[in-house]
């Protein structure tokens, strides 16, 4: 084969079919560049080596084992791993692909430069080039093997798992093996299976309606007590501010472990308080009837959420230009219409993303719920769904998980929840400013 | 001299008001602190008034002297500071990466990560311990430390991404020209301009840890292995309640959460407000 380069940049499509043909072979052939041609070399040789496991994998995957009663427990096929292996693969596989795809493009942007240079670049030249090219390279490899093994391969599984039947009594590896079984769990959950639909009806409902009222609860809260411990004519402020920052101090563990026990119905502090002050004649069931309950979940949230928005509303408030307050008194505005008309809006405006982002962390907000009322009170189809008067989906999604063991359906529920928050996340993402910058 | 009147008024019952909010707020906290000290176990047996049933220091040295407490605080320690530290790094130097070169793929690696945010992490906790399970993370404190790590990178890295794009260029220029590396930009340059956002992302990662359930539980077995939470949790389940002992030892924990808040409510205030404005 000619390797002499043409300078007028004919010869890109001869660059194009080596590189292609072998994995770094233009960067060897017309670049000399050995090294550089030698590492993309040995990715695809090991790659190739492991071929035939990469497709016994594939394989696995597919059929996510057969049955073999016969033989011991630990010989068995197990449907799980094996699902997790082919995904794993499927990930090397993809990485494989976008490091040829670079080593393609690397090769063609070499040519250019050649083309531009009439010549090719010494040796020492590349080297240090590579190595300041590759700066992006280590930088980002500890993020992108992290994020690929521990994120992105198990949400992968997860929505893999939606269409199995892996799931109690019939379906857990390594007694059985799991198979494919197409839309059936989105079936049963959409209207097929009666008790499952209203129960996720039911959830998917009071997970919205918590995770706004959650937010504007908080906010409204923090914003109100901000705006009122901002008057500088008020004593004591920096005590009360002090004072209303400790929930947000304390870990959300301890403190709606606290309330659980303080909230109890029979033994709880609050009723025997309100009972001895003769307030009350029986005990109130905080979290024991499914409306109160729901109430109480939202009251405690505020107790715990509104320190966040008080910190952050006070924080971008002192941005606000003085000139603006002093102006605003000047023509005789009063408080009220000073904050209606200047902090509220500008205060909105600055931390609009983070009331989102408020949303979107209550929609996945597990401990608020999972720790003061653990998803109860038991309503009319928990026995079968296992899911409660106050459980959200996320919540749910944990007692599916370790209580039933019915992974199928806590996979579609994960979806769900994917379903309602995609719209923020991209909302998130076109407000940011390198998207608006059109860097994109 | 009238509307001097009202506005006095007004400016005490805005203090009246207020001061309810605060034994709102407290209630719990002093009932918690009252608990710690009170004789008895469960809560059914405390008075209601705190403080009203004597002080004692036994559930004190019965969580030093016959539960393994300075065992899952250690622990929860370590967790927490290597989850710290290792988002800081991994993350800022990715955060860097983003902002100042360009290469294939940036912009669907960016936008994917924006999408794995919104996911809890243990939606795929089956896939997660099996992958534990395969290189022996099972169990240990790293299995876990690595989970935290790989859930705080989609999120942190584009928060530090956002507050590198405002330094400007013209800064790790000037340094290239005198000679200095991209490692050597980054550490000395951008690592310190950045300060207040790696600050704020060093306390929010390490705080997590302490508070997280989930993922202890699933990954950790052994008894000296356990964090916080889980030995927190195991002294008010439905089978035993142990209030006092759990008090006790939430106080514990509490204390210096809630002096290192106070004492940096000033910095976290401004890195809240600046948190928000260059995102």
Known sequence: ?440 | MGNKVIKRINLTIVLVILTIFSLGVLYPLVYVVSAAFSPGNSIASLSIIPFGDGFTLEHFTHLFNNTNYLIWFKNTLIIALWTSILTIIVASLGAYVFSRFSFTMKKSMMLLMLILQIFPSFVGMVAIYVILLRIKGLDTLWGLVLVYLAGNIPYNTWMVKSYVDTIPKSLDESARIDGANHLHIFRKIIMPIARPIIVFLGITSFTAPWMDYIFPKMILRSADKQTLALGLFSFVTDKKNEFTVFAAGALLVAIPFIIFFIITQKTMVTSFGNAAVKE
């Open chain 1, 1 to 440: 084969m000619n390797t002499r380069l043409k300078e007028d940049g004919s010869s890109r499509k001869q660059i194009l079919i080596t590189s292609m043909l072998f994995m770094g072979l233009g960067h060897i052939v017309h670049f000399k560049q050995y090294i550089k041609g030698l590492f993309y070399a040995l990715f695809e040789v090991l790659i190739l080596f492991m071929l035939p496991t990469i497709l016994r994998k594939l394989n696995d995957m597919v059929t996510l084992g057969i049955m073999k009663p016969d033989l011991p427990v630990k010989e068995r096929d197990h449907s799980i791993f094996m699902l997790i292996d082919g995904v794993i693969v499927l990930a090397i596989l993809f990485i494989f692909v976008v490091v040829y795809i670079i080593s393609v493009k690397s090769a063609l942007a070499e040519y250019k430069e050649f083309c531009i240079d009439k010549r090719l670049k010494t040796n020492k030249e590349s080297i240090s080039r590579a190595l300041g090219k590759s700066f992006p390279i280590f930088g980002l490899a500890p993020s992108v093997g992290l994020i690929l093994f521990f994120v992105v391969v198990p949400l992968i599984f997860s929505a893999c798992v939606a269409f199995t039947n892996y799931s109690a009594p019939n379906n857990i590896p390594p007694n059985n093996t799991v198979d494919w079984v197409g839309m059936d769990n989105f079936v049963a959950m959409f209207g097929g299976e009666a008790v499952w639909t209203s129960a996720l009806g039911r959830v998917a409902l009071w997970t919205i309606v918590w995770a706004v009222l959650a937010t504007a609860t908080c906010y409204f809260g923090g914003l109100i007590m901000a705006v009122v411990l901002m008057d500088n004519k008020l004593k004591f402020a920096p005590i009360f501010r002090g004072v209303f920052i400790l929930p947000y101090a304390v870990p959300s563990v301890v403190s709606m472990l606290v309330w659980q026990n303080l909230l109890n119905g029979s033994f709880g502090t609050v009723n025997r308080t309100l009972m001895q002050l003769g307030w009350i004649d029986k005990a109130i069931p905080w979290l024991s009837n499914e409306w109160l309950a729901k109430f109480t979940t939202i009251l405690i949230n505020l107790w715990a959420g509104f320190p966040y928005f008080m910190l952050l509303v006070t924080g971008t408030m002192t941005a606000i230009s003085a000139d603006l307050y002093e102006a605003a008194r000047i023509d005789g505005a009063n408080k009220f219409q000073v904050f209606k008309k200047i902090t509220l809006p500008m205060v909105l405006y600055q931390t609009m993303p983070l009331i989102i982002m408020s949303f979107t962390h209550n929609i996945n907000n597990f401990g608020a719920i999972f720790f003061l009322t653990g998803g109860n009170p038991v309503v009319s189809d928990s026995t079968i769904t296992s899911a409660g008067g106050t459980d959200i989906l996320v919540t749910w999604i944990y007692k599916l998980t370790v209580n039933l063991m019915k992974y199928n359906y806590a996979s579609v529920l994960a979806i769900m929840i994917f379903i309602i928050l995609a719209p923020f996340a991209i909302f998130q993402f076109r407000r940011t400013k390198s998207y608006k910058e059109g860097e994109f």
